[in-house]
């Protein structure tokens, strides 16, 4: 009954105007994996992950996300992935509690408050649920994109400098989540820092 | 393994759960910032005593009544509906909250959801000005039923045929102008068909203007379906 | 470069012939009937220009291919030079025969209308930086113009009386005298191959441009033009 997952990316390519931002990238990543994404700042880190989460498309190659032996379709991937990113913001004049709330029911999963609850305790939001977000600190906020990455228990997670904004609590709870994640499915990580960077068993530079 | 974990991405659930879920999120963060709102009925209030102050109920003949005053009173509703339609979309934007959007829902569910939040702002502005317009103009109807209906249905009409145009813009540079200029030419089949339904509705001729209530029923039914079809195109990258 | 010839000996002959060859219709002052050949063909050329840069959204939309989005282009380029030149004829015929410049009769919304839906599609390509979201955005908006034109079509007309003559002008009726229907068809003829002549440079223009684009030139070479 092991549906292993596992992500494929072929041949990714990406022009923005007249330059070429990502030339033939391609890796596989299966259940368990902790891929890094690194390279310098405007080497396209970010655009190779919004192309995997399919938010872009790519001027040449594909993603294909595999449950099992089948293909996940690009409609049903929302379901199957979670993402951290400086650019993903979550809504300022919802409470925290509301912000999981939508974002389950958005995607047709089911919401239960307790598992949202017991979830932003985990981060170290516990008692702030019901604070409107724009009241939040930015350590806060981003504490509260690693909940809305993982409300719905995605098997593959995104994590785009998911350390940013965090003191070493913070930074602490990253570290577990990806821990956490290493059992349930995939998880890539794309950041510069060292540390962040070792959480993986293979790293990509897309510098080279 | 976790149990719950599979049956988290295998069960189904409607579209319109979904939509629904964009739009009470919508009406709760509108009813925290009355972003939309303001701008609406600002407009529409300013408009309507503008209107109501230089012309009145009695600069206009009689005879000529029914015909002005739906005139009037779409020019206010179609300008004001045009002032506040895109917010829903742009502020997503100016938030930065489009991708984690994009990320999460599917394109169907957005589009009726924003389509419901702006038919609900619609419906909020129908209700405060028309019955203003009608008292402040003295505007006569003979058919209220036929009126009320030619008023509704265009409303709907003004939603449906504005919804994709907002989400266009609001990943576009010139936003403000662009919206209307945009929206204007697809909006002025109905506006015509609204205008001559109510004057007959208001001077009450045999087929009155149920008609032209059909003709917006049908203006409805396609751009929603259009919309529905063309809106994952630009919803995606 | 023969046809070009052609073509402009053919439009002079025309223009020629709808003064010489062609009498007056009656029941319009002077001469002004003879709008007629000039008047109607470019307003059927703006409507056409319509359909080809709705069929060119479409087949962009479907395939991607950029020709598609060149001939979406060019045609609502060209679409609005002929709605500008319809309107102009029209409006001098309205002064000459019925003593005003403008009256919004049916035809006349319809086409400034049209006039304002090129305007809003330029607009739109202007507005949008990214250039594959431009053109999908181009398309989309062209589909959605095309679909409220039956209302227009059929609803506006039936609402307020048309001031547009119908029946001595209408080349459909057997009403018109064989001359004029000569010279007619021949004007259409002209008009039609004029535009398309244009139409097949502009988007040869907008071709070239691609080959200057390396991205463009990727898309080509991997098949997705």
């Given at each position: 009954m092991n549906k292993g997952y596992a992500l494929k990316v072929e041949g990714i390519c990406k022009h923005y105007s007249q330059t070429l931002l990502l030339d033939d990238v391609s890796f596989s990543v299966k259940q368990g994996d902790v891929l890094a994404v690194t390279g310098w700042n405007g080497s396209g880190k970010s655009t190779l992950m919004r192309i995997i989460a399919g938010l872009v498309r790519p001027s040449a190659g594909r993603v294909l996300m595999f449950a099992g032996e089948e293909v996940i379709p690009k409609e049903m991937r929302r379901r199957f992935l979670g993402m951290v990113a400086p650019a993903l913001s979550l809504y300022d004049e919802l409470t925290g509690v509301e912000n999981m709330e939508f974002f389950c029911k958005v995607r047709g999963v089911p919401y239960h408050r307790s598992d949202s609850l017991a979830l932003m305790e985990?981060?170290?939001?516990?008692g702030h649920e019901k604070k409107r977000c724009r009241d939040y600190s930015s350590g806060m906020k981003q504490r509260l994109k690693i909940v809305q990455a993982l409300v719905h228990k995605p098997p593959l997670l995104l994590l785009d400098e998911p350390g940013s904004n965090l003191d070493s609590k913070g930074i602490k709870i990253v570290e577990n989540v990806v821990a956490e994640q290493r059992e349930m499915g995939i998880t890539i990580i794309a950041s510069n820092e060292k540390r962040e960077v070792d959480y993986a068993d293979r790293i990509i530079n897309l510098s080279e | 393994m976790k149990n719950g974990r599979w049956i988290t991405q295998t069960e189904s659930s409607t579209c319109l759960s979904e939509a629904l879920a964009i739009w009470v999120r919508d009406l709760r963060?509108?009813?925290?910032?009355?972003y939309a709102v303001n701008a609406i009925l600002m407009f529409a209030v300013t408009t309507l005593i503008a209107v109501s102050f230089s012309i009145g109920s009695f600069r206009i003949a009689e005879t000529e009544k029914p015909f002005l005053n739906g005139v009037l009173l779409w020019v206010i509703l179609v300008f004001s509906a045009l002032s506040g339609l895109s917010r829903s979309f742009v502020k997503e934007e100016e938030a930065g909250t489009m991708d984690v959007l994009k990320l999460s829902a599917r394109p169907q569910a957005v589009f009726l959801g924003k389509l419901?939040?702006?038919?609900?702002?619609l419906g909020a502005l129908e209700l405060i000005i028309v019955p203003a317009f009608i008292i402040m103009m003295g505007y006569e109807i003979e058919l209220p039923g036929c009126f009320t209906a030619m008023v509704v249905s265009a409303g709907l009409g003004l939603g449906a045929g504005t919804t994709i145009v907002a989400a266009m813009i609001a990943q576009a540079s010139a936003r403000g102008a662009l919206f209307s200029a945009l929206s204007f030419p697809l909006l002025l089949p109905l506006m015509i068909v609204a205008i001559k339904g109510c004057e007959r509705a208001a001077v009450g001729t045999d087929a009155a203007g149920w008609p032209e209530v059909r003709i917006a029923v049908a203006?409805?039914?396609i751009m929603i379906i259009m919309s529905l079809f063309l809106?994952?195109?630009i919803w995606e990258e | 470069m023969i046809y070009k010839i052609l073509l402009a000996v053919w439009m002079t002959?025309?223009?020629?012939?709808?003064?010489m060859f062609t009498e007056a219709a009656s029941g319009f002052p002077g001469e002004t009937?003879?709008?007629l050949f000039f008047h109607v063909p470019q307003a059927w050329v703006a409507t056409l220009c319509f359909l080809l840069s709705m069929i060119g959204s479409a087949l962009y939309l479907a395939k991607r291919r950029l020709g598609s989005d060149d001939l979406a282009h060019s045609a609502a380029e060209l679409g609005f030079l002929f709605c500008i030149l319809a309107t102009v004829t029209g409006s001098i015929f309205a002064k000459a025969t019925w003593g005003s410049y403008w009256n919004w009769d049916p035809r006349e919304t319809s086409i400034v209308i049209l006039l304002m839906i090129y305007g809003a599609y330029f607009a739109l390509r202007s507005a949008v930086p990214d250039p594959e979201k431009k053109r999908v955005f181009a398309a989309v908006y062209s589909i959605l113009a095309f679909v409220t034109v039956p209302f227009l079509v059929f609803v506006v007309p039936r609402i307020t009386t048309s001031l547009h003559p119908e029946d001595t002008m209408n080349p459909a009726k057997p009403g018109m005298d064989p001359r004029t229907l000569k010279v007619f068809l021949g004007s259409l003829f002209a008009y039609t191959t004029l535009f398309v002549w244009m139409l097949?440079?502009?988007?040869?223009?907008?071709y070239l441009e691609h080959l200057k684009d390396p991205i463009a030139r990727m898309r080509r070479d991997g098949g997705i033009e």
């Open positions: 985990q981060v170290g939001l516990g | 963060s509108e009813f925290r910032t009355r419901f939040f702006n038919l609900t702002l203006y409805i039914v809106f994952p195109l | 002959f025309i223009i020629v012939a709808s003064f009937s003879r709008i097949r440079l502009r988007m040869r223009l907008l």
